[in-house]
């Protein structure tokens, strides 16, 4: 028989004296009659250990199957003395075992039991080595083997126990479906037993064995190439594995790129099997709740060892939503396929014009998620979700992405899905979605300053806010009618809808208010003209009269039409108090007017039409003349009524200041009375400003008050009912209703004290008239005195008089050659007697 120089349970092998080795099989074990003849082809090739002869005899007493084969001196390739941690004595092996393997597939068989036991150094200068033991090999079919699972456990490939890959076959027990990439993943791990010394492989055999899943780790010790393929041999994907030419590139100097595939068990019970991120990502949206469990118990984290970089992006979602545990699973699920577009639900390519909806695509996806959250379920996230049926999962994606959607307008804050989605996704198409972006944080940042302005509520803010952002995206802001499907998309739709279901909606808050503000005050796309000041006053009118239409209890509508009323009832119980005062004023003015204003621009008339005859006087006459010193008496009295009428000072105050004033006067007089005359009309026309501002022009601010409430505007029946409707004071102020008791009492004291100025007026003016008795005799003057009669004799007697013209008078001239400064009254006037 020879010497032994192995011996295992399979069978013992002696070494023959002619140097060829003997392998007898114990009697439970037989050689494989379909391989060895394939192996005996391969004869002298150098790739496996030389197949002599095989078959069956008595050997020893009994019949035992045997094998004459090849002798290789070195022994396995464990002996070799000092290969742990020889990079160039494993990679030579690795190379030549390689070779072989390829060998074996080429021959139509695959060999399953690639271990350093297994490969026999022929020579150990050159590492020549060669492969043996077929005992457990199986032929190919068609590039595949349906096989037993026979393995050690350490060097098998991973698909050899995937559960999703064996089958118990009835007669055959259990069955594998193995590729020759299975041997390959048997050289890599060869390699590992060798670097790391297979001892420190088989203390954690079964935990080694399982670790395969998820891909296995290369020590980072491990020098080029021979790292890299022992990578790409561990590749846990048969087909993405390495075989012989990818070694011969990488040996080359070529790139060859190590494909990672994943295969995560996502649930074993429905048989989901993920072996990409995309695949993931879909698992974990089919069922939210199932991939929040296990996105926040790390077992997302741990499928990604293989990807550390996103396995720490992951962890660093989940530490920050721990109290937003349905957006941080949807932030998870964005990263893992940012290809999903808004509803989770349609992965899109880039190219695809479906993925780039930014306008009218997310504003109907909104308006969905509007009627579901503030519709149909009432703003209840719990009630959407526990309620959930096929109609809602055919109108939407998600209870989950609804209820995120809707509560990303709840404030300013933009810590919300909607914003993080729209920034991922503006990132990825280069910044399309900016402008989008921009108006909904505008839309925002209205949701805060609407808040605080303290007369809506909230949910009605967050109804507005998001079908503002809905129309803004230009898509048509919808209500569907809760339990229906019948859309309102305009005003005529809403006014032709059933009444009961209109009035159901508006009573019990059903999203409804947020749809009909955007269709008047709220639409974004309103844009008032220069002369629309109160454009969106008029539209917020209209939008409580739509709600009025069929809920006339609402409480905006409500106290926004009682205010109105209150308004117009001031109005009307002040109008017959207003009324007398009025009457009263109005006659003041009209004594002013008549008796006062008009006298008086006369009397400035004709004083100048005489100065323009007489520019110079001769004073030297009358300087002592007791005319000149009435003058200055009139003057005073003239300005103390002035003053004490005027309100100016008291009486001792008011004569001081008119006696000062008069003594003024004569002064001027005194030394300027050579231009008496324009000084006359200076004072005249000082007259009629100062009294003609005090008793005829001047306004009261009661009088402009009751303007307002006798003729109520926009801001009476308007404006402030529209305050009061949405604020939260519980009395209505109307901004006409100033004019209590006291008022009228005060404006009417303020006509009684102005009746001192209009007598003071007429008084002053009069005593100029007479005072101008004594002017000089003017040719003008007395042809426009006699115009004034002729005017006044034709307006009383309804007759048309002819005009008669006088001959013209020329002014007295004195021996000098100067102008008489004076004539007797009866002779000369401002009206010719």
Aim: aromatic share 10%; proline share 5%.
């Amino acid at each position: 028989m020879g010497k032994i120089i192995s011996s295992g349970s399979e069978g013992t092998i002696y070494l023959q004296p002619d140097g060829k080795a003997l392998k007898v099989y114990n009697p439970q074990y037989h050689y494989n009659s379909k391989v060895l003849p394939l192996v005996q082809k391969l004869n002298g090739k150098g790739f496996l250990t030389d197949l002599y002869d095989f078959g069956t005899k008595e050997i020893e007493g009994r019949m035992s199957d045997f094998e004459l084969m090849q002798f290789c001196p070195g022994g396995p390739a464990y002996n070799i003395k000092n290969i742990k941690g020889n990079a160039d004595t494993i990679l030579k092996i690795a190379l030549y075992t390689a070779a072989a393997l390829d060998a074996c597939h080429k021959a139509g068989f695959i060999h399953k039991d690639v271990k350093p036991a297994n490969i026999l150094i022929l020579d150990e200068k050159t590492m020549a080595c060669r492969l043996c033991d077929f005992g457990i090999a199986d032929l190919l079919n068609d590039g595949e083997s349906i096989t037993p699972p026979h393995r050690t456990k350490i060097y098998t490939a991973p698909e050899m126990y995937d559960p999703e890959n064996v089958r118990v076959i009835p007669g055959l027990g259990d069955r594998c479906r193995l590729t020759p990439a299975a041997d390959f993943y048997s050289l890599g791990m060869t390699i590992l037993s060798l670097w790391l010394g297979e001892s420190a492989l088989l203390t954690q055999e079964e935990e080694q064995a399982f670790k395969k899943k998820d891909g296995f780790e290369v020590p980072k010790n491990m020098p080029e190439p021979l790292r890299t393929i022992t990578q790409g041999l561990l590749v846990t994907e048969p087909d993405d594995r390495w075989g012989l030419q990818e070694i011969k590139d990488k040996m080359a100097g070529k790139d060859v790129k190590i494909v990672k595939r994943m295969k995560i068990v996502y649930s074993s019970e429905k048989k989901k099997v993920a072996h990409s991120l995309e695949e993931l990502a879909a698992f974990m949206v089919e069922d939210l709740n199932l991939a929040k469990r296990y996105v926040y118990t790390d077992k997302v984290s741990e499928w990604l060892n293989p990807l550390p970089e996103l396995q720490a992006q992951i962890k660093e979602i989940v530490k920050a939503t721990q109290k937003k545990q349905d957006f941080g699973c949807l932030q998870v699920i964005h990263t893992l396929n940012p290809m999903y577009d808004l509803g989770l639900f349609l992965p899109k390519q880039a190219g695809d014009p479906d993925y780039a909806m930014y306008d009218k695509g997310i504003g109907e996806m909104l308006n969905k998620a509007y009627y579901l959250y503030h519709t149909k379920y009432d703003c209840s996230a719990s009630d959407m979700i526990r309620e959930w049926d096929e109609d809602d999962a055919k109108l939407f994606p998600s209870p989950i992405v609804a209820d995120l959607i809707a509560e990303s307008f709840e404030d300013a804050d933009y810590d919300d899905y909607l914003s993080w989605f729209l920034d991922e996704k503006n990132k990825r198409l280069n910044g399309s979605l900016t402008q989008q972006i921009d108006f909904y944080r505008r839309m925002k940042a209205d949701v805060d300053r609407s808040k605080k302005n303290g007369y809506k509520d909230d949910v009605y803010i967050e109804e507005v806010v998001m079908m503002r952002t809905i129309a803004g995206f230009n898509a048509q802001p919808t209500y569907r009618i809760a339990g229906t499907n019948t859309l309102l998309k305009s005003i005529d739709d809403y006014n032709k809808a059933p009444s009961g279901k209109m009035q159901d909606a508006l009573r019990n808050d059903l999203g409804i208010r947020g749809w009909l503000a955007v269709m008047f005050q709220e639409n974004p796309h309103v844009k008032p003209g220069k002369r629309e000041e109160h454009k969106y006053d008029v539209l917020l009118e209209q939008f409580l009269q739509a709600i009025g239409k069929y809920d006339s209890n609402n409480r905006e509508y409500k106290r926004f039409i009682n205010a109105q009323q209150e308004a117009k009832d001031v109005t009307a119980n002040a109008k017959g108090q207003i009324r007398k005062v009025y009457t009263n004023s109005t006659v003041q003015k009209v004594f002013a007017a008549v008796l006062a204003f008009f006298p008086a621009v006369i009397l400035l008339i004709s004083i100048v039409l005489n100065a323009l005859d007489n520019p110079v006087l001769n004073m030297e006459a009358v300087k002592n003349n007791w005319v000149f010193y009435g003058i200055g008496i009139v003057f005073t009295l003239a300005v103390y009524f002035v003053f004490f009428a005027g309100g100016g000072g008291g009486c001792i105050l008011s004569l001081i200041i008119g006696v000062v004033a008069s003594a003024i006067i004569v002064v001027l007089l005194k030394f300027l009375g050579e231009y008496l005359l324009w000084i006359y009309a200076a004072v005249v026309f000082a007259v009629i400003i100062l009294f003609s501002v005090k008793a005829l022009f001047k306004k009261s601010p009661f009088a402009l008050k009751a303007k307002s409430i006798m003729n109520p505007g926009f801001a009476e029946l308007t404006l402030a009912p529209l305050d009061f409707a949405f604020s939260k004071e519980r009395d209505f102020e109307p901004i006409n209703a100033g004019l209590d008791p006291d008022t009228i009492n005060t404006w009417k004291t303020d006509v009684k004290d102005r009746w001192k100025t209009v007598i003071t007026f007429i008084l002053v003016v009069w005593a100029l008239i007479a005072c101008s008795m004594l002017l000089p005799k003017s040719s003008r003057m007395n042809h426009f005195n006699r115009r004034m009669q002729h005017s006044a004799a034709t307006l009383f007697t309804n007759d048309s008089i002819p005009f008669e013209e006088d001959e013209e008078l020329q002014p007295e001239l004195q021996g000098d050659g100067t102008t008489a400064p004076f004539v007797k009254p009866k002779e000369r006037g401002i009206i010719r007697q």
